[in-house]
């Protein structure tokens, strides 16, 4: 009786060891951060999240940028998806809601989302429900090679305006060096010229009145004369030779390589010029300078109105719920502190950004916290089509095969063509 | 009587074959083409994002739209440009090589394999490898421009070259796969041919001209659909190359098709793009079999 007592209490205890193993969840977690010094944080993390919850494995996979964009459509649809992506809200974010294959986070964000950057928190928020967890924020501006700026006799402090923009530009071509480098064939870096120029000249008011359809959209006065803005400093030739053939790794790698003076750069390309330049270091900190996008005459914009980003994370329907808990556990304070000391990220959590530890990403953190219109990409917030169409336009405008009157058309017609 | 008992075994025969073959195959066809053009088709007529079940039905506004589109005339003239330098410059070539390297000599192997090579190279592993031939700054081409102190032009980043450059991949990928067709079928010709026409007389050049390309045309029209319909089709080398740009300048039907329709979640456009696709390659396919490729 013994004997069968103890065999039938280990058939038990295999069965119940058993049944945890099966009980094991698998997050799988899609990132686009091509940067190897934050994937190792992220990774332990992962690792860390795992300890703590017993039972749940992270699966870390990565596409790049621009693949992850056009696959993305096909991955949400598929049964194997991925249960947590990335995000840069917008447009995109809302035909992902109305598609219904995003999980409404609005529960598991009780209570924790007053933790966060309210702008950011929005940016995630459609029709009153939150879908996002956001992690991260950043800004559109110039990031600039001291050196090389000082050659061309250019003090990156003084340019304030459009036309200091485009002086500079002519004195550093005068010295031989290659005034701005971008990744012109990726469009979007080619976009943030006309999209910053229209968040100068017309401000929020100027862009919710395009949203509406009213004078002209995007057709309209201010995006007209955003694409002549663009245009005086095209016409300078102010790209390095080819940089239609650009892809924007190589663009941000050839600028820590010193081959060009300026950028307009996002704000996290502080870390990944080092990592895509040919030496793995780039330019250092005491080289590099930041000066916000030019105000242009006339505008009705505010100065410190910004253009960026807002990047975060997004649960997948059916997604286990563990995803959301991951989610949270991401943009804590300690990750988010971690992430700010390694400069990676200006984080969305309150009191996180004490963490940052350069002077350069502090100053951006500063920038979005004055900022009270923080306009998100266009290429997201507009949605799939028409943001692509937006970035067409503007690469057209900066290789002259597109007037400023044709570019912003074909925009308005993709805009009233819809999605 | 005997005739017809003898006759029936063989037609049930014939039918056992028929219910045990043709299915598998029907169904595979069914499932994998036929379904798909007409899902397209429907497809075509909505307003659609790709998720969930398409609602808005436009009729045939996305053949509007497609015709209307710049890019898509650019893409369709590019289309139209390769199946033209593939005829001209492509052909002409792999037939020349081809008459030179089937005869019997040192090194004609070895030369073969070597011209065949690029034709098994992947297309994405073909398109990254030129990307950096064609690099302006490190690439191949700009090393060979600074040796005569020139500062190498970036052709794959300028609407004015980057087809050319795509064209050059073209030609020097498939010449071989061509060329091997031409080899095989000098390989198969009857040599009696060829020096009875050497007896009478004919010289060398009279002898390819009207003896050798004569018998090749079979061969000829056959390399020539394959490299109409390959033209049509191509898409896999631009995109590592160009992704269609720069300002639409490279795009193809079908890279015009992933870009415009895929990547844009506009899976109405799309599909309204692979039906005008679909319907150009079999207006080809049809007209070519039946005008050229009548007595095969």
């Known amino acids: 009786m013994g004997m069968l007592k103890k065999a039938a209490l280990a ?46 494995k992270i699966e870390m996979q990565f596409l790049e940028n621009e693949a992850y964009k056009a696959k993305l459509p096909t991955i949400l649809q598929s049964k194997d998806r991925p249960h947590i992506i990335y995000s840069w809200a917008g447009g995109v974010l809302r035909a992902q809601v109305e598609a219904g294959v995003v999980e409404d986070l609005t529960p598991a964000m009780q209570g924790y989302k007053d933790n966060l950057a309210p702008a950011a928190v929005t940016a995630f928020t459609v029709d009153g429900k939150i879908y996002g967890v956001p992690h991260a924020q950043s800004q559109v501006g110039f990031m600039v090679n001291k050196e090389l700026m000082a050659k061309g006799g250019v003090d990156p402090s003084k340019v304030k305006t459009w036309d200091d923009l485009l002086d500079a530009v002519k004195k550093l071509k005068a010295a031989g060096i290659t005034p701005i480098v971008v990744g012109g064939a990726d469009k979007w870096p080619l976009h943030f010229f006309w999209t910053n120029l229209a968040v100068r000249l017309g401000g929020k008011p100027g862009f919710d009145a395009a949203l509406k359809g009213e004078n002209g959209g995007f057709a309209g006065e201010t995006f007209l004369k955003s694409g002549e803005l663009f245009k005086q400093l095209v016409d300078l030739q102010p790209f390095q030779t080819g940089f239609l053939g650009f892809k924007n790794p190589q663009a941000v790698g050839s600028f820590g390589d010193g081959k060009a003076a300026m950028i307009l750069a996002i704000s996290s ?11 793995k270091k780039g330019i250092s900190d005491d080289n590099i300078a930041w000066f916000d996008f030019p105000t242009v005459p006339g505008g009705k914009g505010d100065p410190s109105d910004t253009l960026g980003g807002i990047n975060g994370w997004l649960v997948t329907k059916g997604a286990p719920k563990e995803a959301a808990a991951f989610v949270k556990h991401f943009v804590s304070p300690e990750v988010q502190k971690r992430l700010a000391a390694g400069n990676f990220l200006v984080p969305t959590y309150k009191g996180a950004d004490e963490g940052l530890a350069s002077p350069f990403m502090r100053n951006i953190a500063q920038n979005l916290a004055k900022s009270k219109y923080h306009q998100n990409f266009y290429d997201q917030d507009l949605g799939p089509n028409v943001g692509r169409v937006v970035n067409d336009a503007t690469t057209e405008l900066a290789g002259g095969s597109m007037t400023p009157q044709q570019a912003a058309k074909s925009i308005q017609d993709a805009y009233k063509q819809g999605n | 009587m005997t005739a017809l008992a003898a006759r029936r075994p063989l037609q049930s025969g014939k039918l056992t074959a028929i219910l045990l073959f043709l299915p598998p195959a029907l169904l595979l066809f069914s499932i994998f083409v036929v379904l798909p053009i007409l899902e397209a088709a429907w497809y075509s007529g909505f307003n659609w994002n790709g998720f969930g079940t398409p609602k808005n039905w436009i009729g045939l ?33 792999a037939l020349t090589l081809a008459i030179l390297l089937a005869e019997r000599f040192r090194g004609a192997v070895v030369l073969r394999m070597l011209f065949f090579m690029p034709y098994i190279l992947a297309e994405i592993a073909t398109g990254l490898i030129f990307s950096f031939v064609y690099d302006g700054e490190y690439g191949l081409l700009a090393a060979i421009w600074r040796i ?74 056959l390399s020539a659909f394959f490299a109409v319909v390959g033209s049509l089709q191509l898409f896999d080398l631009v995109m590592p190359l160009t992704r269609g740009g720069p300002a639409d300048s490279s795009q193809t039907m079908v890279s015009f098709l992933y870009t415009f329709g895929v990547t844009r979640m506009r899976v109405g456009f799309g599909s309204a793009v692979g039906v005008i696709l679909f319907v150009i390659c079999v207006t080809f396919a049809f007209t070519y079999k039946r005008w050229f490729m009548r007595d095969e």
């Open chain 2, 148 to 221: 005569f102190g020139a500062e190498a032009p970036h052709l794959l980043a300028s609407p004015q070259t980057s087809m050319l450059a795509i064209l050059i991949v073209i030609v020097w990928k498939y010449f071989g796969f061509h060329m091997m067709l031409f080899i095989a079928a000098l390989q198969g010709l009857d040599r009696n041919l060829i020096e009875a026409a050497r007896i009478d007389g004919a010289s060398r050049s009279q002898t390819i001209r009207y003896v050798i390309i004569p018998l090749l045309y079979p061969t000829i029209r």
């Open chain 1, 269 to 279: 390309f502080y870390h990944s010029q080092k990592a895509l330049s040919a030496d």
């Open chain 1, 11 to 56: 058939a038990v205890g295999l069965l119940l060891t058993a049944g945890s193993v099966t009980a094991q969840t698998t997050l799988k977690w899609l990132h686009i951060e091509v940067n190897p010094n934050q994937v190792k944080i992220w990774e332990e993390v992962a690792r860390d999240f795992e300890a703590k919850n017993p039972g749940t």
């Open chain 2, 61 to 93: 506004d996305n053949y509007r739209f497609v015709f209307e589109t710049r890019a898509f005339g650019l893409a369709f003239r590019n289309n139209m440009l390769i199946i033209a330098v593939s005829l001209l410059v492509q052909l002409p070539l």
